[in-house]
């Protein structure tokens, strides 16, 4: 092997990679966020008593299922502005990011739901608890508690998904990457040293919601 | 002058389906030979072996797709390889499919009763036979739903060769999209050809599921 590894011109770069770390964790932590959202309401959609929600709720969770998410984020910048709806790279990334999460999410928060027992709900009912209570502490909750490990695999996969909306120019970390490689022609070493800072972000990632399963779900319920 | 988009240009979409479903086969393929190798280091009786599947799984599982292809495409020339870019593209999908496979299947040989493990090694079977004969024949029904649901990730994961300049799918659609100005139309397309190829076996994979879950 004759190539001499390099590591010395990136230095000058650490801001910037720095940076995109930052902005790759914001862009994850936000379409998480709304993906959850889109997620709990797409499960209860899919439940519904009403066949045009549950069709629809379906319809949505199939589609973003079964197509590359690259091809969802180009639907999404390059054609809808043929249909007079444009979006800045970024607010694409996150409307794709999230949609993407959201569907994802929902299937798994479906089964959680679909794990609680009926008895429960009707012990709510007996209790006097209003539905939106019943919702919330005695579905959401224990839902949540069981499908956390699978959600969270989930939410580290939406934060690895985001070196994709590179290819719409969104800033981020590979974005960032990519033009330092323009800069340095050390390709090898950038995405080496990027591979690495994915690496400790996705280990990151499911310390914290280790941490979080651990304080928020675990019994005693607080 | 802008191209029309027509029936010649949804078929030159069409026709990225080619290269889409043999790089996924090849992925497969490859990824499953490396992928029993490494679930069978995963298992194995030796702590270092045990090691490094680990963290070969987790390297893997733990950083993009896009990444690892990345690595693979700017690192073999560095490496001294000159390489085209389906050798490229193929040992970047097989490398990241038997990660994925190996930890599919590690879950799916710990899964077989471990009854089943002692009762061949009372009988004095070697490892070779008792897993050959005993542990993977029971792992590998279990393993058939996963496994499926794994080829539908891997499918959508085949799109990111375009992102590196490799003409399949997306690649056909992201060329018919700038030569004919019809974006909506050319993603929409590729769109479909990837749900008329994902979903069936999102549904297999779905229905195998139950029909296990019904057996246990």
Known sequence: MTYQFDFSVLLPYWEQLLRGCWLTILLSAISISAGLTIGILTALAKRSRFTTARIAAGTYVEIIRNTPFLVQVFFIFFGLPALGISFQPWSAAILALSLNCGAFSAEVIRGGIDAIARGQYEAGTALGLKPLQIFRHIVLKPALRIIFPALSGQFVLTLLTTSIVSSISAEELTSIAQSIDTLTFRSFEIYIVATILYLTMSFGFATLFKLIDRVYFSYPVK | MIRQFGLP????????????????????????????????????ERTWLQRCAGFYIDFFQGT?????????????????????????????????????????????IQAVPRGQTEAAYALGLSYASRMRNVVLPQAMRISVAPTVGF??????????????????????????????????????????????????????????????????
């Open chain 2, 9 to 44: 240009e949804a078929l030159a979409i069409l026709s990225g389906v080619q290269a889409t479903i043999l790089l996924s086969l090849i992925a497969f393929v490859g990824g499953g030979v490396v992928g029993l190798a490494v679930a069978l280091m995963r298992t194995s």
């Open chain 2, 64 to 108: 993009p797709l896009l990444m690892q292809l990345f690595l693979v495409f700017y690192g073999l020339p560095v490496l001294g390889y000159k390489v085209n870019p389906w050798i490229a593209v193929a040992i970047g999908f097989t490398l990241h499919a038997s990660a994925f496979l190996g930890e599919i299947w590690r879950g799916s």
């Open chain 2, 151 to 216: 080829m539908v990730q891997l499918i959508k994961g085949t799109s990111l060769a375009a992102i590196i300049g490799f003409v399949e799918l997306s690649r056909a659609a992201q060329i018919i999209a700038s030569a004919t100005y019809k974006p909506l139309l050319a993603y929409g397309c590729a769109a479909i050809v990837y749900f008329v190829l994902c979903f069936p076996l999102s549904r297999l994979s779905m229905r195998l599921e139950k029909r296990f879950a019904v057996k246990t």
